[in-house]
């Protein structure tokens, strides 16, 4: 039992190693931006980080599963995701920029959009943090596709765990960006209450995280699908 | 209200350019051709054992993996000098995100960026090592080389 909990502890530290090695470090800072966008309300940052690591989380759950459970080729998919999950992201990354920052507004249906559909709309920022989670799980970099194939599968298979030590190996690699999230919200939110400008303060760290965003996407977009800066 | 206009018609135009390139980039992968690749001449084979080390890197090249390969091939340049002159160590280089590289894939069970090792006997491959754990000795570089080194001397034992 105690091996099991050391085994548990190791999907942890290679979460964390995944999540602070230097390949994962453009979405890592997009993750920050979004969920620490909402800086008058601490108790939003918690749950929109907690919904990021739910969505890291499950989707390492789905993969071990599949991996585990089925006869699937680890190769095969791990391939497929290093090869197009980095070309799809880019672009994924900018039309949701374009939303945070305000450059496109979802569609009403009907014309005006009821109060009720709108409140709906904004709380769904928060539980865009699961898709985002979910989404930059999947997009894995040389690194953590050596981690996550290489050392964590190895290790669930041989404790036959698919869900435990992937969630729990997920959950490392979310606990660094949610440190991080946490104290960037809260050292804003300090210096807006300083300055009594907790609503500016929120205004333009929301236009802040759609430009990271947009960025990104840009950066990622030249990366992997126009071959920028490879060699 | 103008640049704000203008912003989104340019990002649109470069997300639609992405995704349609992503498409054109697809389509050559699976139906257009495989370049023809030169006849490479046959090395001396003084010995009945060689050893082919294929590094596999993607377009994109993070600074790991720039680390891995260059330490693994100084490695085998300082270690088997004379063995690569004679063609009985070979280095190669291996953008798997060329159509034609990508049955490398599922050949060696790559799931990343790697070093692999080919014994080839009589000009066939008899084994071939994945040195994955290289990425474990990543920022110890004298430590990657010796572990490089020791697989290469590992296959060329058995000459």
Request: with cysteine; charged share 15%.
């Amino acid at each position: 039992m105690t091996d099991y909990w050391l085994a548990a502890a190791a999907a942890l530290w290679l979460g964390i190693l995944t999540s602070i090695s230097p390949c994962p470090l453009a979405t890592n800072i997009a993750a920050i931006s979004y969920i620490g966008k909402r800086v008058e309300r601490p108790s939003h940052v918690l749950a929109t980080g907690m919904l990021y690591t739910i969505g890291r989380a499950l989707t390492y759950v789905v993969l071990g599963a599949l991996i585990i459970a089925s006869a699937m080729s680890v190769p095969r998919m791990a391939n497929f995701l290093q090869l197009y999950m980095n070309k799809v992201l880019g672009p994924v990354l900018i039309i949701a920029g374009m939303f945070l920052a305000d450059l496109l507004k979802a569609p009403s249906i009907g014309g005006a959009m009821s109060t009720k559909a709108q409140e709906r709309l904004g709380k769904s920022g928060t539980w865009g943090a699961v898709l985002l989670g979910v989404l930059f799980a999947l997009s894995f970099c040389p690194t953590s596709a050596a981690l996550f194939f290489g050392s964590l599968i190895p290790l669930s298979l041989k404790w036959q765990s698919s869900v435990l030590l992937p969630s729990v190996y997920g959950i490392g690699t979310a606990i660094p960006v949610f440190l991080f999230a946490t104290l960037i919200a809260l050292g804003a939110k300090s210096v807006g209450r300083v300055f009594h400008r907790l609503s500016a303060i929120e205004f333009w760290v929301r236009r802040a995280t759609g430009a990271v965003f947009i960025a990104i996407g840009v950066y990622l977009s030249l990366t992997y699908i126009f071959g920028v800066g490879a060699s | 209200m103008k640049a704000a206009s203008l912003i989104r018609l340019v990002l649109l135009l470069f997300v639609a350019i992405s995704i349609g390139a992503i498409g054109v980039q697809e389509f050559h992968a699976r139906y257009l051709p495989l370049s023809a690749t030169a006849a490479q001449p046959a090395p001396p084979f003084p010995r009945r054992t060689r050893v082919v080390a294929y590094f596999f890197h993607a377009n994109r090249r993070c600074a790991p993996c720039v680390q891995y390969e260059e330490t693994a091939h100084e490695a085998i340049q300082e270690a088997f000098p004379d063995e690569l002159q004679q063609g009985i160590v070979q280095w190669k280089s291996i953008n798997l995100a060329s159509a034609e590289n990508r049955h490398f894939a599922t050949e060696y069970q790559l799931y990343s960026r790697t070093l692999v090792l080919v014994k080839v006997r009589d000009g066939r491959q008899a084994a071939y090592n994945n040195l994955m754990d290289g990425w474990q000795l990543i920022e110890d570089r004298a430590a990657l080389k010796r572990y490089v080194q020791s697989e290469v001397r590992d296959y060329l034992k058995e000459n």
